[in-house]
């Protein structure tokens, strides 16, 4: 599987984006879909994930009520809303696709795809 990360840019805080996450090789309707993000000096961190479903969705705190999560495997894409963007948004975003949601949880997965640069301007 081929993952391609798309949508980001620069924005206000207070703004919203909209990734997307497209795959190719392989249908990704087996595979529960993540998102991670990473900030200079930091350590790469856990966003949201999806099950194959769609039917269980987890957040990481300090995006609840703020990012949503979504897929849809009939264009073989995933989705992450982005409201209320805050300075501390700012960071490379990246997708993730595995079979197993509870090791995408913890960072591993079998595929990733290359990030797209989120810039959040105060």
């Known amino acids: 599987v081929q993952l391609q990360a798309s949508g980001g840019g620069l924005v206000q805080a207070g703004g919203s984006l909209r990734l997307s996450c497209a795959a190719s090789?392989?249908?990704?309707?087996?595979?529960?879909m993540g998102w991670f993000r990473q900030s200079p000096g930091k350590e790469r961190e856990f966003v949201s994930l999806?099950?194959?479903?769609?039917?269980?969705?987890d957040y990481a705190n300090s995006v609840k009520g703020r990012f949503t999560i979504s897929r849809d495997n009939g264009k073989n894409t995933a989705y992450l809303q982005m409201n209320s963007l805050k300075t501390e948004d700012t960071a490379v975003y990246y997708c993730a696709a595995t079979i197993n949601r509870e090791f995408l949880r913890r960072g591993h997965s079998e595929f990733w795809g290359l990030g797209t640069q989120v810039t959040v301007s105060s």
């Open positions: 999806i099950n194959w479903s769609g039917g269980y969705i």
């Open positions: 090789g392989r249908a990704i309707s087996r595979y529960a």
